[in-house]
């Protein structure tokens, strides 16, 4: 045993040192001002680069998780679909019409998918919120309007089979830069309607792309 | 690695996304976990001056984001941060001391807070006994003592030995102690041990 007689503080001692520890926060702006000198000098990447596309990628990700978790589909899975009150009162899509695909596709990042490690977004849930609604109320008011027929989201977990017989392989990737997040099957008189009513799609504005396409009856 | 620590997965994980890809979310986790140890101790090293301790952090970041492709994970990742802010911290402060005087005793450059209350004196104190400790006391003391760093993770920081850590660490509590004794402080207190 030390019979150092510095080896231990009193509890007074102890308190007094400890109450020397406090320091303030950090102030809010610095976080961003280093993360403006250090995109300055290169050790980040700037702005406008893959970085935000895949940050909003990952935000149109959840955004479509939200807003397709209240259940607008009113085709194939109709029955069993949880529809909201709101439109649960709405019309039932006119049979003569064209019936076109919104399909909702997100960039990715293929390093970023090999880290097996989700982006950090920025966002904070407030604004993610907000986007949702956005989501939501878009896919409301086509159904208010009879053009909604179903829309679902896509899960991650894919699988992609190639080959026949003894020679096919399944893969849980697909080898490409976007995925294929969830989809909007509506009705329009028209293609050039359909795509008007494509680019008012919220996936849009938060770096996402949708793709218009014609379902082709086969009777 | 330091004895007894475990890696901070979440720390690999981000610095790993941040060295492949200089991701700046992956900095910005890191930053927020991290900055207010830094700070804490830079706020000790500039005495207090806001600004000098967030200038202290950015060069800090600097330094780190160029080091990090080469970290090894011998330390906690904290542990390697605070040792390079307290290197910019260093420099920084005996930079600013060198402009006013070269020979004038450290607590006389000191800014001491004003006199507290009555019920703060203990504090206030402390604070004086700690500013006229040498430099190399003084910062194995506010490391060990005030943030409750360990022998090793000082050794870490200071690249000195774990040994050379706790000899200072014993003198310079002996040197606050006696201060304190002589100004009445804690006299009484240490009898009643």
């Known amino acids: ?62 955004i479509m998780a939200g807003a397709f978790a209240g259940g607008f589909a009113m085709g194939s899975r109709g029955e069993t679909a949880t529809v909201p009150t709101e439109v649960a009162t709405t019309t039932t899509p006119t049979s003569d019409a064209n019936q076109y695909m919104l399909l909702m596709y997100m ?23 907000a986007i949702i609604d956005e989501y939501r109320q878009w896919a409301l008011d086509r159904e208010k309007e009879g053009r909604l ?47 008007a009513l494509a680019k008012t799609h919220p996936h849009l504005k938060y770096g996402g792309e949708v793709e218009v396409r014609p379902i082709e009856t086969t009777n | 690695m330091e004895p007894n620590s475990v890696p901070d997965l979440d720390d690999a994980r981000l610095v790993k996304r941040f060295v492949r890809g200089r991701d700046e979310g992956a900095f910005r986790a890191l930053y927020r976990a991290h900055t207010p140890a830094m700070l804490a101790v830079a706020w000790r090293y500039v005495d207090g001056d806001r600004i000098d301790a967030e200038d202290v952090v950015q060069e800090a970041w600097i330094r780190a984001t160029e080091k990090l492709p080469s970290f090894r994970w011998e330390s906690a990742l904290r542990t390697w941060l605070v040792g390079i802010a307290i290197n910019c911290a260093r420099n920084r402060a005996r930079g600013k ?16 807070p004003a006199a507290p209350a009555a019920a703060d004196i203990a504090t206030y104190d402390v604070e004086r006994a700690v500013a006229r400790l040498p430099e190399g006391y003084r910062e194995v003391l506010i490391l060990h003592d005030v943030f409750g760093y360990t022998h090793d993770e000082i050794a870490r920081m200071l690249g000195v030995e774990s040994g050379t850590s706790k000899s200072q660490l014993s003198r310079a509590r002996s040197s606050v102690r006696r201060w304190l004794t002589e100004k009445g402080r ?8």
């Open chain 1, 1 to 62: 045993m030390s019979d150092d007689p510095n080896e231990t503080l009193s509890d007074a001692e102890q308190k007094a040192l400890r109450s020397l520890a406090g320091a303030p926060d950090p102030s809010p702006e610095l976080e961003d001002r280093v993360v403006a000198e250090l995109k300055r000098r290169g050790a980040i990447r700037a702005n406008g680069g893959w970085i935000m596309k895949i940050s909003k990628t990952a935000a149109a990700a959840v």
């Open chain 2, 186 to 193: 804690i006299g009484h207190e240490r009898r009643s041990e």
């Open chain 2, 97 to 112: 001391r060198a402009t006013q005087s070269r020979d004038v005793d450290l607590a006389d450059v000191v800014e001491l």
């Open chain 1, 107 to 129: 960039r990715v990042d293929p390093a970023q998918a090999a880290a097996d490690a989700p982006a950090e977004d920025p966002m904070n849930e407030e604004a993610y919120r």
């Open chain 1, 149 to 195: 027929v179903s829309a679902e989201k896509l899960a991650d977990d894919t699988r992609v089979m190639t080959g026949r017989g003894d020679q096919m392989t399944i893969a849980s990737t697909i080898d490409s830069d976007r995925a294929l997040g969830g989809y909007f099957l509506i009705t329009a008189p028209s293609l050039d309607d359909a795509i």
